[in-house]
């Protein structure tokens, strides 16, 4: 079976986007409002609901995105027997909760652009990026709580996932900000401290994804255990490859202001972290002073990227990206029964580290 990833994102995609508009449509009128919020003690204003919230998410989904995170949920439960039409409602768990963490980290970063365009909160200012960002943490549970399908006890078991999932996050994020500051020892960072960093970072989401839909096809806590397990580390071959992009992807990189916006971020990715262990003395304290400057210039920039590929750090990245896939997969793939979700699910895994873009 030949499997079109990218076909297959495109497709699940107005699917994905129509459960989204479900919980917050374009345009919020006086019902979209009762049946999120219930009767009102006084009165409503949905114009004002829709400029500061509707307008805002929209304008970002709109701009792209892969939607990847909801696709690996829907891939897993069909895989392990379920209907994905039975859960379209709870997409909006990973994908929305995703989104208030880049439009966050937009904010922290300080960053300019985000999938082609000026970042939310240059568009709409920042106070209502925040609160669109805070809004969509908690504005995804109204598909647990809409519930109709499973019983409590399921559904209780899924609160629990993505709360210890959102916990992770801010652990993850809180590191990866110190690091880009250039504090606490974060020019020795080992790889297993990088890799925790991003297990919870970024592979928390994907693993949120994995995890409720191994506890919704009703599965035991050892299988949504291991199912989590192999989503964190897509999650994190994922980020790998989006950082290898960001240095020398140029059609990625076309979409995010020229190469090596991580460099500007002071980004120590496992690039940098290869690097730094490699690097001759000279050569290391040229990259953590570049590291360390936030330069917008992109002839500084280039340099580091050239320090980075002289000790072939994209090359050891890029091998690591394919051995945690390939580990990733052979730990669930005599659990799955053969089907097209598993089929799917496999070369799902091994485009996330293909990709181009």
């Given at each position: 079976?030949?499997?079109?990833?990218?076909k297959t994102?495109?497709?699940?995609?107005?699917?994905?986007?129509?459960?989204?508009?479900k919980?917050?449509?374009?345009?919020f009128?006086e019902?979209?409002?009762?049946?999120?919020?219930?009767?009102?003690?006084?009165k409503?204003?949905?114009?004002?609901?829709?400029?500061?919230?509707?307008?805002?998410?929209?304008?970002?989904?709109?701009?792209?995105?892969?939607?990847?995170?909801?696709?690996l949920?829907l891939?897993?439960?069909?895989?392990?027997g379920?209907?994905?039409?039975?859960?379209?409602?709870f997409?909006?768990?990973?994908?929305?909760?995703?989104?208030s963490?880049?439009i966050h980290?937009?904010?922290?970063?300080?960053?300019?652009?985000r999938?082609?365009?000026?970042?939310?909160?240059?568009?709409f200012?920042e106070?209502?990026?925040?609160?669109?960002?805070d809004f969509?943490?908690?504005?995804p549970?109204?598909?647990?709580?809409?519930?109709?399908?499973?019983?409590?006890e399921?559904?209780?078991?899924?609160?629990?996932?993505c709360l210890?999932?959102?916990?992770?996050?801010?652990?993850?994020?809180?590191?990866?900000?110190?690091w880009?500051?250039?504090?606490?020892?974060a020019?020795?960072?080992s790889?297993?401290?990088?890799f925790?960093?991003?297990?919870?970072?970024?592979?928390?989401?994907?693993?949120m994804?994995?995890?409720?839909?191994a506890?919704?096809?009703?599965k035991?806590?050892?299988?949504?255990?291991?199912?989590?397990?192999?989503?964190e580390?897509?999650?994190?071959?994922?980020q790998?490859?989006?950082?290898?992009l960001?240095?020398?992807?140029?059609?990625?990189?076309?979409r995010?202001?020229?190469?090596?916006?991580d460099?500007?971020?002071?980004?120590?990715s496992?690039?940098?972290?290869?690097?730094?262990?490699?690097a001759?003395e000279?050569?290391?304290?040229?990259?953590?002073?570049?590291?360390?400057?936030h330069t917008?210039?992109?002839?500084?920039?280039?340099?580091a990227?050239?320090?980075i590929?002289?000790?072939?750090?994209?090359?050891?990245a890029?091998e690591?990206?394919?051995?945690?896939?390939?580990?990733?997969?052979?730990?669930?793939?005599?659990i799955?029964?053969e089907?097209?979700a598993?089929e799917?699910?496999?070369?799902?895994?091994?485009?996330?580290?293909e990709?181009?873009?």
């Amino acid at each position: 079976m030949v499997v079109d990833i990218e076909k297959t994102l495109e497709e699940m995609r107005p699917k994905i986007d129509k459960a989204i508009e479900k919980f917050v449509p374009r345009k919020f009128d006086e019902e979209n409002l009762k049946f999120i919020l219930g009767k009102p003690s006084y009165k409503y204003t949905p114009e004002a609901i829709t400029e500061a919230i509707s307008k805002p998410l929209w304008d970002y989904l709109d701009r792209g995105g892969k939607r990847w995170r909801p696709v690996l949920f829907l891939l897993i439960y069909e895989a392990l027997g379920g209907n994905p039409d039975d859960v379209l409602d709870f997409v909006i768990l990973p994908e929305l909760i995703h989104n208030s963490t880049i439009i966050h980290d937009d904010l922290e970063d300080l960053s300019e652009e985000r999938r082609g365009k000026p970042a939310l909160h240059l568009v709409f200012g920042e106070d209502i990026a925040i609160n669109v960002g805070d809004f969509l943490y908690f504005l995804p549970f109204m598909a647990l709580m809409k519930n109709k399908k499973f019983n409590k006890e399921r559904i209780l078991r899924a609160y629990e996932i993505c709360l210890q999932e959102l916990i992770r996050v801010g652990i993850g994020q809180a590191t990866d900000i110190i690091w880009h500051k250039g504090l606490c020892n974060a020019n020795n960072v080992s790889e297993e401290e990088y890799f925790q960093m991003l297990v919870n970072k970024t592979g928390c989401i994907a693993r949120m994804s994995a995890r409720l839909a191994a506890c919704l096809a009703g599965k035991d806590e050892k299988e949504i255990e291991l199912f989590g397990r192999f989503a964190e580390t897509i999650g994190t071959a994922f980020q790998i490859q989006d950082d290898i992009l960001n240095l020398i992807g140029e059609e990625f990189a076309a979409r995010k202001g020229g190469l090596g916006e991580d460099v500007t971020e002071g980004k120590r990715s496992l690039l940098v972290v290869h690097t730094l262990k490699k690097a001759s003395e000279e050569d290391r304290k040229r990259l953590i002073e570049i590291l360390n400057m936030h330069t917008k210039d992109q002839k500084i920039r280039d340099n580091a990227i050239e320090i980075i590929k002289k000790y072939g750090s994209i090359e050891y990245a890029k091998e690591k990206a394919r051995s945690l896939i390939k580990k990733a997969w052979g730990e669930i793939d005599n659990i799955l029964p053969e089907s097209d979700a598993k089929e799917k699910l496999k070369a799902f895994a091994y485009y996330l580290i293909e990709r181009k873009i």
